[in-house]
């Protein structure tokens, strides 16, 4: 594979896109730009949101932990999340989602100014803004990483261009559309990376001279198949990673705008709910053929004699790019892809419809021409597209490894408040913190958290994806002491 033949091929996927995004991008307005008129058809939003959840990293990541012994997810662990997931998606789709369908929200956040005031939902919304800026700037850095070893630095093209290449193809694609142009965009993408997981696999296993019942008992037989583990001391603990699982799933789906955007743009709640049941059966499914292409990797490697990479982040294109067949390669750099801008316009899109609402305030500015609100709607986006690029070129900037894994965990710690205040909100619907202080709680929480995890570690005790847990249980508990001083203060 040549670099001018995967550049041939990123192009031909980018015409597909930018063909599909044009057709369903006829009507710009707002309304279609950030709930598609709320027409969009369940099941297209269903299996688009594939795409969408799984990002480059995970195409890449999973994969390769499953031979990384020192992983949280090494072997077939990460199905234990996978099934907490599972009940988080039901809770979802049987708590939040008719709350946002019955206020008729377009952000979710709106929920936080009606339930505690404006500083508690101008808190959410910036703690939105903040996790998912860090979080989608990470995913892109680590694939713009790849595309550039096996792409761009043969080519003799400086990381600059290579971001700002990534990023302008998804900008030229979402700018106008928006939210209805992406559940047709991600179906397509979610299409691609289900060929490239399941193509690819089934060509290893045909190099190897396996077929689908070979492949399977070879990796039942393996040291990777392991599913459950319960030294309870480990990351992975089975109790650990399945309530987390429940958590992740209700914080990063359910209170993530991103993804619940695409929910609000369904007809009505039934079928809005169906969508995310249906979703979360193929999701489980996704990931276990995730793990599956992991396992594969290893043993194709060992039954080749290839030496493995230092990182298991680099074992699946290094693989692709330097040891499979063309075509094998060509599935990978089309997953790749795919994974990759699914995750990464949705982001951009659900970032954009987030200022406009959340601090715009677009739904209140009632006199004001749409054309105008138009116009400002497109330098947001513009505004996020740039703001996404030069965080991703401050990450090659710093060049450590250590340091930008460490930002993109604290970005991941600010779910945690978002899960205090919508719980604290459902749960205790008597009581009202303390606006003004609400964002004092927020802070502070994952402060503690921070410094407790440090603690635990040392004295050799993991805590986890169950940190998420312990954040979100200090912001209720902030919460609640906000709300004991307010009714003590009417009292007063």
Same mark, same amino acid.
């Given at each position: ?21 044009i ?63 599972l ?20 952000s ?7 339930r ?6 101008k808190t ?6 903040l ?9 892109l ?46 179906t ?17 296993g ?37 309530l ?7 914080t ?20 809005a709910?169906l ?6 059966g ?17 043993? %194709? $490697?060992? !039954? ?7 990182? +298991? ?5 290094? #693989?692709a =790019? /330097? ?5 094998i ?8 892809t795919?994974?990759? %801008? $699914?995750? !990464? ?7 954009? +419809? ?5 601090? #715009?305030? =677009? /739904? ?19 505004g ?11 990450f ?16 991941g710690?600010?779910?945690?408040p ?22 004092l709680?927020?802070?502070v ?10 603690y ?5 005790f993991?805590?986890g ?16 002491l ?9 009292v007063?």
């Open positions: 594979m040549t670099p001018m033949f995967i550049l041939s091929v990123m192009l031909c996927y980018f015409a597909v896109l930018l063909a599909v995004a057709y369903t991008s006829r009507d710009a307005s707002n309304a279609a730009f950030f709930i598609g008129h709320k027409k969009s058809p369940w099941y297209v939003v269903a299996f688009g949101m594939i795409g969408a959840s799984l990002s480059g990293v995970t195409f890449i990541s999973v994969p390769g932990a499953v031979g990384d012994p020192n992983n949280v997810n090494t072997a077939f662990s990460y199905l234990q999340l996978a099934m907490g997931y009940v988080g998606y039901a809770v979802v789709a049987l708590v939040l989602m008719p709350t946002y369908y019955a206020m008729q929200l377009t979710i956040y709106t929920y936080l100014e009606q505690f005031g404006v500083f508690s939902y959410g919304a910036g703690y939105f803004l996790s998912r800026t860090i979080g989608s700037a990470f995913r850095y680590l694939v713009a990483l790849v595309l550039q070893r096996f792409l761009f630095d043969p080519l003799g093209v400086p990381f600059f261009y290579n971001a700002l290449s990534m990023l302008f193809m998804i900008w030229l694609y979402t700018i106008r559309g928006g939210i209805k142009s992406i559940i047709w965009t991600d397509v993408q979610t299409t691609f990376m289900l060929l490239s997981v399941i193509s690819i696999t089934y060509g290893m045909s190099e190897l001279g396996w077929g689908v019942g070979d492949m399977w008992r070879n990796i039942q037989d393996s040291q990777y198949s392991q599913v459950f583990f319960w030294d309870w001391q480990k990351n992975n603990y089975f109790w650990k990673q399945f987390s699982g429940v958590f992740i799933a209700i990063m789906t359910g209170l993530d705008q991103d993804l619940m955007q695409k929910n609000n743009s369904c007809k009505n709640i039934g079928e709910q969508n995310m049941f249906v979703f979360s193929v999701y489980f499914v996704v990931i276990f053929l995730f793990l599956s292409l992991g396992a594969m990797l290893y043993l %194709y $490697a060992n !039954a080749k004699g290839i030496v493995l990479p230092a990182r +298991t982040d680099l074992l699946f294109p290094t #693989l =790019f /330097e040891y499979f067949p063309t075509y390669g060509v599935f990978f750099l089309i997953g790749l795919a994974a990759c %801008y $699914a995750s !990464a316009d949705s982001a951009i899109t659900s970032l954009t +419809t987030s200022f406009c609402i959340d601090f #715009l305030n =677009f /739904e209140k500015r009632q006199n004001v021409p749409p054309q105008q609100l138009q116009r400002t709607r497109y330098w947001v986006h513009i996020f597209s740039v703001v996404l690029l030069l965080v991703v070129l401050l090659k900037e710093i060049n450590n490894e250590a340091v930008i894994n460490e930002i993109f965990r604290l970005a710690y600010t779910y945690g978002l899960l205090g205040l919508y719980s604290f909100g459902f749960l205790l619907k008597g009581f009202r913190p303390i606006d003004r202080f609400v964002p709680v927020c802070v929480s994952p402060v503690l958290c921070y410094f407790l995890n440090v635990m570690s040392k004295h050799g993991q805590i994806f169950a940190l998420l847990i312990i954040n979100g249980a200090i912001t209720f508990l902030g919460l609640l906000l709300s004991l001083l307010n009714e003590r203060k009417e007063v």
